[in-house]
């Protein structure tokens, strides 16, 4: 039994939902900088049009003296007459400050300076300690080596004292056996022997 859909979930339906929620997001994402843009653009057109007709009314004179004009101007209420004396020039000043600022170099070239030297010094400790280390290392090395060679020595020496061992053993048991001397008799005798004993 197949389950109807009902009638107002049809596939036109919902590609309609779909494309409404598309366009929601996209204005949601969209909207803010469009809209920020837009008025900037209209207060600019405002602002051009409100100095086009400014212009057409009144003209301010032109002021063509621009040496006895000042590089910064300041409104009266917050103009400092100290501001503009600070802006001449004063040889005094001038150079206490450059007195000042050599001091200041020299000042910072001696620490780096002394710096630098500290950081030589340290580098030189580490230097000597990692020679004081790699000498004991090398040390340490020339002991293992020299064991290792005379271990080696010795083990040389107990190999040839046990094959000249194995010699001597198989000329006196092949002697032992041209005599007529036989394993299993030999054992049987010693296991006799032993019960005697033990009695």
């Known amino acids: ?13 919902l590609k309609v939902l779909v494309g409404l929620m598309a366009l929601c997001l996209a204005g949601y994402i969209l909207g ?33 003296d621009c040496a006895s004009q000042p590089l910064l ?9 100290s501001f503009s004396d600070c802006s001449k020039h004063d040889p005094d000043m001038n150079e206490d400050t450059e007195k000042n600022f050599a001091e200041l170099l020299t000042e910072e070239l001696k620490l780096r300076e002394a ?20 000498s004991q290392y090398l040390k340490e090395a020339d ?33 032992a056996r041209q005599k007529g001397w036989k394993e299993g008799v030999a054992k049987s005798r010693a296991e006799s022997k032993g019960n005697v004993q033990a009695v």
Request: hydrophobic fraction near 40%; aromatic fraction near 4%.
């Open 143 to 175: 002991k293992c080596n020299s064991g290792m060679e005379t271990c080696e020595e010795a083990r040389e020496k107990a190999e040839a004292a046990l094959a000249a061992q194995k010699r001597h053993t198989a000329m006196w048991e092949q002697r």
């Open 115 to 134: 710096e630098a030297l500290e950081n030589q010094q340290r580098a030189d400790m580490a230097l000597l300690e990692a020679k004081k280390i790699t």
């Open 32 to 64: 803010p900088p469009l809209y920020w843009h837009s008025m900037e653009g209209l207060a600019a057109v405002s602002r051009s049009t409100s100095v086009a007709a400014a212009d057409s009314f009144s003209c301010p004179a032109c002021v063509c």
């Open 1 to 13: 039994m197949a389950l109807n859909p009902p009638a107002w979930c049809t596939p036109a339906l």
């Open 73 to 81: 101007s300041i409104s009266h209420g917050l103009n400092n007459i």
